[in-house]
Every structure is written in C-alpha cells, then in structure tokens.
C-alpha cells in the first residue's frame, strides 16, 4: 500500500479514535469541573456531542471547497496541526468554557473527512473509487473500535491522559504526512474559491444538481439515521432487553466495530465486481432491512450476538453509494461532494439519536400501550425500506 493511502487512512482511524479516546474520562472530567452530579454532566456530554456535529455539518463544504482550490495536503496539514493544539487545550481546560471551544475547534477539524475522501477519489481510478471509500470506511471502524478501549485503559493515569495521547497521535501523523503526502490537485482540476458553494447550503444547491445526485443525497441522509440506532441506543436496548452490563455491551459494540472494519475492508470491491455498485447498494440495504427486523424481535442476546457478522454485511451499501456520487461528479467537484456528505452524515448523527432514543423512551417506559425494546430497529427497517425505493427510482447516469 502506498504511503499516501496509509496516511490517509492513519487520519481516519485517528478522527474516529479521537472521538472514542475521550469518552470514558467524559463523565468524570464534566464533573470535577463542574462539581455537579451525573446526571449534569449527561446534559453537558450531549450538548458538547451536538457542538460537534454541528461544527461538521457547517464546515464539511467549506473545507471540501478549500481543498478544491488550495490543494488537499494543506487543509488536511493545517487540519491536524490545529487538531493536535486542541486536545492539549481540552487537557489542560478546567472550565466548561474551553471544553466547549475545544469541541467546536475539534468538529472543524474532523470536518476533513471530507478532504480524506477527496485525495481518495483523485487517486482512484473511477472503477476503484468505491472499493476505496470502503477502505476508508474500514479505518473509520478500526478508530471506533480503538478509541474507546485504548480511552479506558489510558483513563487508569488520569482524567487528562487520553487528551494527550490524542494530541500525540495527531502531531505524529502531521509529520508523518508532511513528508510522504503528494498533493493530487493540479491546475487542471484545481477550482475558483467562491463562498457561494462553500457553505453548506450553496454546496447542497451545486452538488444535489447532478444527475441523480440529489436523490442519493436523501438517501445518505435516511440511511444514516438508520443506521444511527446502533451507537444510539445499543447500550440501553442490551440492558432492558438481554440484561446485558456495561462490559457485554462494549464487548457487542467491539464486535460490530470489528465486522464493518471486514466487511468495508475486504468485500466491497468483490462485491461491486460481483453486482456493480447499485447493486451492491441495494443487496447492503436488502441486508440490513433484515437484520433490523430481527433485532426488533429478538429476545435471546447470544441470538443478537450471533447476527454481528450479518448485520455488519449492510455497510457495504455506504462506500457503493459513494462511488456511484464520485462518478458522477467533475474531477474538480470531489471535494466539494465529500463536504457536502460530511455535512449530511452530520445532521444525521443529530437527528438519529434523539429519534431512536425517543422511540425507544415511548415502547419501554412504563405503562407503555406496547411495549417493545426492538421499537428503534424496527423503525430503521422502515427508514431503509424508504432508501431501497429512492434508490430504484433513481435514473442511472454517466460519470462526469
């Protein structure tokens, strides 16, 4: 593999991983500066988790657009330099004030996902490009799985701990990219700055006029509430469900990490080659419908351990829709078209959660008309039934 790609990817698995690595010192660190109860600290955690997104939503186009016209190895240079100051800002931080700027500092700086997805997409040859977004989307379950274990080991030195080493990671990969990584935009797709399309909903306007474009678009958005039910409400649908404590709950979340990071890894490109890529979107969507259903009724948690390996199958859908929208977008789009996915997958992390977390609220509360823990999967089941008929009404198109 190329030194380039694997620092590509290094930056994935790092932005995932920064995510995961703070969160077991969370709650603790919440409280001893805010000197309040847990229950607190909850409204703090998701008020700082919102921040977050909604620095990714409104940044994700700006960065893609920069990337577009400045060249991709200074957005994603400058991006983990700054992302690397930010954590020992949040380590050092003893009021909420500056966790809350490290959060919005750190959602802008995770915004260049977007920019990762570009140097991909310059690299790839159309026929690759969504075998590469899978392995992209295997390094992002890779940090997922990371993050959160290497945080709660780390967690055993200090609250501050898993901020520094966050911080090192990120300075560590900023040297190692400023000497292997090439840039890939040349003049002749380099593309004219313009504010009109760098923010999020000028770059909507632009990006969802390509054939088809939009539509997928829509799709990207239903699906990623969807499939948000999983880190939504996973934990608490094993503890009422199946019984299961904190240690069965992150050992299922680490299989399912594990099973993407295969499956993105290693089936897609077989599978586009197998069925194309809108096939394969539809097989990942088929895949998933099933295994929501079953999770919606499933009573037995080893039965519920057992369909990781399925349920993990359906993230092929997510890389071949990427490739489908690579192909249809100009040389001098793609980073334009990853910001604008980095700000749809946003305002789904948004939404998804409170609507599967509600959901599930209303079927097992007492007194509930019916009750019924599966409620949220089966909810996603209907969502991505929606997708699977957007995606059949979509019009094949050429690559631009």
């Known amino acids: ?55 990714q939503f409104l940044f994700g186009p700006l960065l893609g657009a920069l990337s577009d016209r400045w060249g991709r190895r200074p957005v994603l240079l400058v991006a983990l330099a700054v992302m690397a100051l930010d954590y020992v800002l949040m380590a050092v931080a ?73 911080a090192a990671l990120a300075g560590l990969n900023f040297v190692f990219g400023y000497f292997v990584l090439p840039e890939t935009v040349t003049d002749r797709i380099r593309r004219p700055f313009s504010w009109r399309r760098a923010n999020p909903v000028g770059a909507f306007r632009h990006i969802g006029a390509l054939p088809g474009v939009g539509r997928l678009l829509v799709v990207i958005f239903v699906y990623g509430v969807a499939f948000y039910v999983y880190p939504a409400v996973w934990a608490y649908f094993g503890t009422e469900r199946f019984g299961w404590g904190p240690g069965m709950v992150g050992l299922s979340l680490g299989l399912f990490g594990i099973g993407i990071a295969v499956v993105q890894g290693f089936l897609v490109g077989p599978a586009i080659r197998r069925f194309g ?35 993990a199958i359906g993230s092929i859908a997510g890389p071949a829709l990427q490739g489908i929208m690579s192909r249809r977008a100009a040389d001098n789009q793609q980073g334009e078209l990853q ?62």
């Open 277 to 311: 890529e809108r096939g394969t979107v539809l097989l990942g969507l088929g895949v998933d419908i099933a295994a929501f259903v079953a999770l919606g009724f499933v009573s037995n948690g080893w039965i519920a351990l057992a369909l990781t390996p399925f349920t």
């Open 1 to 55: 593999m190329r030194l380039p790609v694997v620092f590509i990817l290094v930056t994935v698995v790092i932005d995932a991983m920064g995510i995961g690595l703070i969160l077991p010192v969370m709650p603790d660190l919440i409280q001893s500066i805010e000197g309040a109860g847990v229950a607190r600290a909850a409204l703090w955690g998701g008020m700082l988790a919102s921040i977050f997104a909604v620095m």
């Open 339 to 400: 910001g604008v996915l980095t700000s749809t997958h946003a305002v789904a992390t948004i939404i998804g959660p409170l609507a599967m977390t509600q959901t599930f609220y209303a079927f097992t509360v007492p007194g509930a008309a019916i009750y019924l823990p599966g409620a949220p999967f089966l909810l996603a089941a209907g969502l991505t039934l929606i997708c699977v008929a957007i995606v059949l009404a979509t019009p094949r198109a050429r690559a631009a």
């Open 94 to 166: 003893h009021t909420m004030a500056l966790l809350v700027i490290g959060r919005i500092i750190g959602g802008i700086t995770a915004a260049t996902q977007s920019t990762a997805g570009a140097y991909m997409a310059d690299i790839s040859k159309p026929e690759e490009k969504a075998a590469n977004f899978g392995l992209i989307g295997a390094a992002f379950g890779v940090g997922f799985v990371l993050g959160p274990l290497i945080g709660g080991l780390l967690a055993e030195f200090g609250t501050r701990a898993p901020f520094y080493a966050a």
